[in-house]
């Protein structure tokens, strides 16, 4: 399984960003898909998951800010990322669990000045 993940840069507070992963490989049974994120000195964090049911979760810093969304045609999860602000600042993360097993992409950079 491998996750390519894109749309990240650097933006300006209260501008918005698109994160997009896709996903191939053996993804056939996908239970999840989901964004984390890791600033500078801190530990990772979960951002947002979508289960294949569709049932979301967010965490409280980015509820109503951000969107998590799949197309699974294409076997892509996105992150709708609204409202930044410079605490959002961080690696992001794109993550799914295939058959329990999970597998993490490389990555993308997100920037937001004040």
């Known amino acids: 399984v491998q996750l390519q993940a894109s749309g990240g840069g650097l933006v300006q507070a209260g501008g918005s960003l698109r994160l997009s992963c896709a996903v191939s490989?053996?993804?056939?049974?996908?239970?999840?898909m989901g964004w984390h994120r890791q600033a500078p000195g801190r530990q990772r964090e979960l951002v947002a998951i979508i289960t294949a049911g569709g049932s979301l979760n967010y965490d409280d810093h980015v509820k109503g800010r951000f969107t998590i969304s799949r197309d699974n045609a294409k076997n892509t999860v996105y992150l709708q990322m609204s409202s930044l602000k410079p605490e959002d600042t961080a690696v992001y993360y794109c993550?799914?669990?295939?058959?329990?097993?999970?597998?993490w992409g490389q990555g993308t950079e997100v920037t937001v000045s004040s």
């Open positions: 490989g053996n993804s056939h049974s996908i239970n999840l």
């Open positions: 993550m799914v669990l295939v058959n329990l097993e999970a597998y």
